[in-house]
Nanobody
Framework: QVQLVESGGGLVQAGGSLRLSCAASGRSFSSYGMGWIRQAPGKEREFVAGIIWSASSTAYADSVKGRFTISRDNAKNTVSLQMNSLKSEDTAVYYC???????????????????WGQGTQVTVSS
């Protein structure tokens, strides 16, 4: 089992940047593929970005590709999401999640993640 705690959310103007961090504790962090999933008001959760244990492979939603960068530090048990050129449509609660299907798999569906943080709010004003 792994516990996840997100931080770094806030209010930012369109075009600005934010960096989200997720601190993990519990079972070996490097055993998990990790992801960021977001949920906008009135919408279902959607995949944002994912990264395998070694950070040698990442995946992004088309809507954030080229603007967001996911990274991880297994020594510090953290995964981060650098968000640049933010848009109003990026407004959502952002969740850090650990994958169900092993260290080399990045899931793009909510059901593929077994452990979740409490979420951090990102609000982009236009």
């Amino acid at each position: 089992q792994v516990q996840l705690v997100e931080s770094g959310g806030g209010l930012v103007q369109a075009g600005g940047s934010l960096r989200l961090s997720c601190a993990a504790s519990g079972r070996s962090f490097s055993s998990y593929g990790m992801g960021w999933i977001r949920q906008a008001p009135g919408k279902e959760r959607e995949f944002v970005a994912g990264i395998i244990w070694s950070a040698s492979s990442t995946a992004y939603a088309d809507s954030v590709k080229g603007r967001f960068t996911i990274s991880r530090d297994n020594a510090k048990n953290t995964v981060s999401l650098q968000m640049n050129s933010l848009k109003s449509e990026d407004t959502a609660v952002y969740y850090c999640a650990a994958g169900r299907y092993g260290m080399t798999y990045v899931g793009r569906q909510e059901y593929e993640y077994g452990y979740w943080g409490q979420g951090t709010q990102v609000t982009v004003s236009s």
